[in-house]
């Protein structure tokens, strides 16, 4: 596993969607990040594995608005997640001492800049803060600005970590599990069964039941089977900050 810097945590690194796009979290294995596909069995078919290097030096810079090449995007995430605004006991969803990877793009703030601008959202589950870093790749100096109550839209992996809370709940879990027999004629017992899809929740003035939500980091998810249709999930929120599944109205 790569070695962390000296006076930081054990990182975690994103997943990639290459082209500057949004990404989500994935653990560094051998100094090397893989990146999935879809979460659940809708990516089954036509889902491959690619690995990126974590790049911990600055790698040759493109020109400010050009897409971002991997080794751009995956030191943008080493400078934004290593950099001292980032508290020292965050925490991902999974408890790892790293912050979450929400997102990495190209900054829109400043079209003009002459530096190579790139925003990382990250989330610290510890805090229930979203750190928004602005980073410089130019001079490799990072611009944070944190906020509690903020609900980006959630990664892929805590979409995934999100239906383990889900799962693991018996009782919360049965209505879904009882159609799924329905309609399938097997037990539900793993994502792969289902296209899952999922985004950040926020309560609004006519939600019952999901108050913690304003502070927490909540997610409502979609189960479709696979060639079917989709499965009633109107009724529950899980909320990842306190790994637990909220019964909504």
Do not use: W
Not at 87 to 116: C, F, N
Request: net charge negative.
């Amino acid at each position: 596993m790569q070695s962390p810097p000296s006076n930081t945590r054990t990182r975690r690194l994103p997943y990639l969607i290459l082209g500057g796009g949004v990404v989500a979290a994935a653990a560094v294995v051998g100094g090397f990040m893989a990146i999935p596909a879809v979460s659940g069995a809708s990516g089954a078919d036509n889902s491959e594995t690619r690995e990126l290097e974590a790049v911990t030096a600055k790698p040759e810079l493109g020109e400010p608005r050009d897409p971002l090449s991997p080794d751009e995007l995956s030191y943008a995430i080493h400078l934004a997640s290593t950099d001292a605004s980032v508290p020292e006991d965050v925490t991902s969803v999974d408890g790892s001492s790293a912050p979450q990877v929400l997102s990495v793009d190209i900054s829109t703030r400043d079209v003009d800049a002459a530096d190579r601008l790139v925003d990382v959202f990250l989330f610290d589950y510890t805090s229930n803060q979203t750190f928004l870093q602005t980073v410089d790749l130019t001079d490799g100096s990072v611009e944070s600005t944190a906020k509690g109550g903020v609900q980006p839209p959630t990664s892929p992996d805590e979409v995934d970590y999100a239906f383990g809370v889900f799962l693991g709940d018996p009782a919360a879990s049965a209505a879904v599990r009882a159609e799924f027999a329905a309609v399938t004629g097997d037990e539900l017992d793993s994502i792969d069964q289902l296209a899952v899809t999922g985004g950040a929740f926020v309560p609004d003035a006519g939600t019952l039941g999901a108050e913690a939500c304003s502070i927490d980091r909540c997610v409502e998810m979609q189960f479709r089977v696979p060639g079917g249709g989709y499965l009633d999930t109107t009724a529950f929120v899980v909320d990842l900050s306190t790994e637990s599944v909220i019964g909504i109205k």
